[in-house]
Structure formats: structure tokens, C-alpha cells
């Protein structure tokens, strides 16, 4: 049984930095792309950053390119998200997801498993 389990979020003021973090347990960790989606109230969950299972390769969302990055550790079956330049847009719930395959994948139809999601606030 596959579990996603986030954690690292917070109410942070504008311009401040988070890091979220997610353990995966259940399947070879390296065999698989990860992703971090987030939803804020009222709107559809939206792609923030992917990486691929070996680690090479990565890509963001429009509105989070070069404020946040995105990286694994396949020693530690856990993928990070790490988020600078907070801005109140930003608030919603993440959410850690893995995909059906290898490759960096962008829409939410392809991540067959999700953590429970973690609060993040960004005050103005």
C-alpha cells in the first residue's frame, strides 16, 4: 500500500520561505517521478513543481519559477519542496503526489497516489 505523508507547512508572512517535505513508503521510490500540487479555495489543484525518478531533471509551475525549488532524496524516499519570495498567492493546501512512471508528468490524472495535503498560509 503506497502512503504519501507530508509535512512542513505553516502561516509564514509575505516574502518568508517554507520547506515542505514527503515520505513515500509502499513502492520503489526510485522507479517514479514525483510531483507538489497545491489548491487554494475555490480552485482547481494546480501543478507547482515535478522532478523526475533519477533525479535529473525538474519543472515548475509558471507562477512559482524561481521561487521555488524542487528536489528527492531516493536514499530517503522523500521528496522536498523548497518554497522563498512567499506570496500571499501561494496560500493553499500542497499536496505531494506520485506518478505512473518515470518521467515528469503534469496533470493530476497521472499521479495514481497522494498525501492528505498540508496547510500552507501566507499572510501579507
Known amino acids: 500500500q503506497v502512503q504519501l505523508v507530508e509535512s512542513g507547512g505553516g502561516l509564514v508572512q509575505a516574502g518568508g520561505s517554507l520547506r515542505l517535505a514527503c515520505v513515500a513508503s509502499?513502492?520503489?521510490?526510485?522507479?517514479?517521478?514525483m510531483g507538489w500540487f497545491r489548491q487554494a479555495p475555490g480552485k482547481e489543484r494546480e501543478f507547482v513543481a515535478g522532478?523526475?525518478?533519477?533525479?535529473?531533471?525538474?519543472r515548475y509551475g509558471d507562477s512559482v519559477k524561481g521561487r521555488f525549488t524542487i528536489s528527492r532524496d531516493n536514499t530517503k524516499n522523500t521528496v522536498y519542496l523548497q518554497m522563498n519570495s512567499l506570496k500571499p498567492e501561494d496560500t493553499g493546501v500542497y499536496y505531494c503526489?506520485?506518478?505512473?512512471?518515470?518521467?515528469?508528468?503534469?496533470?493530476?490524472?497521472?499521479?495514481?497516489?497522494w498525501g492528505q495535503g498540508t496547510q500552507v498560509t501566507v499572510s501579507s
Open positions: 503526489a506520485q506518478s505512473r512512471t518515470s518521467s515528469i508528468l503534469f496533470s493530476t490524472v497521472d499521479y495514481p497516489y
Open positions: 509502499g513502492r520503489t521510490f526510485s522507479f517514479y517521478s
Open positions: 522532478i523526475t525518478a533519477t533525479n535529473d531533471r525538474t
